[in-house]
């Protein structure tokens, strides 16, 4: 793999100020990357870059294509959660459902593909909440979030390692599961945080 193929991947929606990204890379110039582990999900390097401030300084870099993740809301006003195994943690953990993108996949065809694969839902409409770096002092992915309306029952369809029991609860039994610190999953706790005024604010303009 070539040095640009890991930035080709990245959406150019991230660059904010393009002028400040080129003095960015200037200020900060990659010299030389050495893949120590090339994996199913993600890679590992270490990365030589020249600091104007610092001189040389080389880092372990995780290389990852990043994800989504979804929250389905049902017309009465649950919410779709999925309990699963994970084999890190050594237990299982209550989370949003999430996945990782692909190559050639949007962020949303991926959040899409999860909520048909381990909720067993459609979705009519999607709604983009927040997007996030994971660990930005060591790794490059990115997470993107979305809310599911409209929805449509299909099937689930797991991966071959996913062990997942879905979960339906209310906003407020989400939000006490993450004030209690049983649902303890990064992106699960900002998922609910930035949902749940947007969702109570929808359900104030309902009419009676």
């Not at 949003?96 to 409409?125: H, K, S």
Request: with cysteine; net charge negative; proline share 4%.
């Amino acid at each position: 793999m070539r040095i640009a193929d890991w930035g080709d991947r990245k959406d150019p929606s991230r660059i904010r100020n393009p002028q400040s990204a080129i003095r960015n890379r200037m200020s900060h110039e990659l010299l030389k990357r050495e893949y120590i582990h090339r994996g199913k999900v993600l890679d590992l390097s270490l990365s030589s870059f020249q600091s104007q401030d610092k001189g040389a300084v080389t880092i372990e870099v995780v290389h990852h294509n990043g994800g989504a993740g979804i929250l389905a809301v049902f017309e009465d006003g649950t919410l779709a959660l999925v309990r699963q195994w994970r084999y890190p943690l050594g237990r299982y953990a209550l989370e949003i459902a999430a996945g990782r993108i692909e190559p050639g996949q949007t962020p949303e065809e991926t959040a899409a593909r999860e909520l048909e694969e381990e909720l067993g839902y459609r979705a009519r409409n999607f709604r983009k909440v927040a997007e996030f770096n994971v660990a930005p002092g060591y790794c490059e992915e990115r997470i993107y979030l979305y809310l599911a309306t409209g929805l449509e029952k299909s099937a689930q369809n797991l991966d071959e390692d996913e062990e997942i029991e879905v979960v339906h609860v209310s906003l407020d039994e989400a939000l006490a599961k993450v004030a209690s610190g049983e649902i303890d999953d990064a992106k699960s706790i900002i998922m609910l945080l930035l949902a749940a005024p947007i969702l109570r604010a929808e359900d104030h303009d309902q009419p009676d």
